[in-house]
């Protein structure tokens, strides 16, 4: 279980930040784009990068989704998953975070990280509720919430990684 935990420390270290970190001074590097359209279901995708601020936005099997990345020395990833029905309860919310993960995990080894976040959010999904966050290692943190609309609903995944 602990070579499991520092796994998952490493492996969301070298997924979120990879740009050059002697051009931004940050010890992390700067955000990178995680997908692309040639991945299979994705399209529309764009990524933007300001400063350390990385926006990435695509539609996965149809539905938008928006990645914001942000850091230097302490990086977050916060997903929004845009969806036009709304799912159940908080544990039925976060297993479906969960199995998108999992699907994107078997993309390509850029992607292989996400199948270590669904397998934390599975462990959590019937004890945890939205809005609160748990932290599976040090120095790593994952929050979900969820955004009712008129029609549909906004789930998010937030994963902070501390100097």
């Not at 979120?16 to 700067?30: E, F, H, I, L, R």
């Not at 990086?75 to 036009?84: A, L, P, R």
């Amino acid at each position: 279980m602990r070579f499991y935990i520092y796994a998952l420390i490493l492996v969301f270290h070298l997924s979120s930040c990879g740009g050059n970190t002697n051009d931004t001074g940050c010890k992390m590097g700067s955000p990178e784009a995680i997908f692309s359209t040639s991945l299979n279901g994705f399209e529309n995708h764009s990524f933007k990068l300001v400063q350390n601020n990385g926006t990435e936005t695509f539609d996965y099997n149809g539905s938008p989704v928006v990645i914001y990345q942000t850091g230097c020395d302490q990086i977050s990833q916060e997903f929004q998953f845009t969806f036009e029905n709304k799912t159940g309860s908080d544990s039925e919310a976060m297993m479906k975070i969960a199995n998108i993960l999992s699907n994107w995990s078997k993309l390509g080894q850029k992607q292989e990280m996400f199948g270590s976040w669904a397998q934390q959010i599975r462990m959590v999904s019937e004890d945890m509720q939205l809005g609160q966050s748990f932290s599976p290692a040090p120095n790593i943190e994952i929050a979900m919430d969820r955004v009712n609309q008129a029609v549909g609903e906004i789930l998010t995944l937030t994963l902070i990684q501390k100097g």
